[in-house]
C-alpha cells in the first residue's frame, strides 16, 4: 500500500478530550474497507437501518456515516440474550486527495450500508509496460 492511504479511520480520542452536547448513547459500527484499483468500498454493519434512516456526509475531508435506528419492540417476549446494541449509530473517516469526491454513492441492503469511494484518475493503479530497448 502507498504512504498515503486514501480512508484512514479517525485517530481514538482520549476520554476528556470530546465534549458531547447530547446525552444519548452513540454505537459506533462495525466496518471492513475493502480497495481496488479503481474505488474503495466501506462496509458499515448498521443492524435495523434503511436508507431513510442513514444520513451520511462529506465535510473538511471528513466522511461522517450516521444512521437513526428505533429500539426493537420485543412485544409480550422478554429478552434472553441481545448481543447488539440498537439506537443511533455514528462513525467518521478521513479522505485524501486520492477520492473522487462527486462519484461518492452509497446503498444500503439487509442493515449493511456500502459507501463506494472512486478514486480520481491520476491515483489508480495502472500497468507501466515495459519495452525492449
Do not use: C, W
Not at 8 to 23: D, F, K, L, Q, W
Not at 52 to 62: A, G, K, R, Y
Not at 83 to 92: H, L, M, V
Amino acid at each position: 500500500m502507498n504512504e498515503k492511504q486514501a480512508v484512514m479511520t479517525e485517530p481514538a480520542r482520549e476520554t476528556g478530550e470530546v465534549e458531547r452536547t447530547r446525552a444519548e448513547r452513540y454505537y459506533s459500527p462495525d466496518v471492513d474497507i475493502l480497495e481496488t484499483a479503481e474505488e474503495i468500498v466501506v462496509l458499515a454493519d448498521i443492524p435495523g437501518a434503511d436508507e431513510q434512516s442513514v444520513d451520511i456526509t462529506l465535510e473538511n475531508d471528513v466522511l461522517r456515516l450516521e444512521a437513526k435506528v428505533a429500539e426493537r419492540d420485543p412485544g409480550e417476549r422478554r429478552p434472553a440474550l441481545m448481543e447488539y446494541g440498537i439506537g443511533p449509530f455514528a462513525r467518521s473517516f478521513l479522505i485524501t486527495d486520492d477520492v473522487d469526491r462527486k462519484g461518492i454513492e452509497a446503498t444500503v441492503r439487509n442493515g449493511v450500508l456500502r459507501v463506494r469511494l472512486p478514486k480520481v484518475h491520476e491515483a489508480r493503479t495502472r500497468k507501466i509496460a515495459v519495452k525492449k530497448e
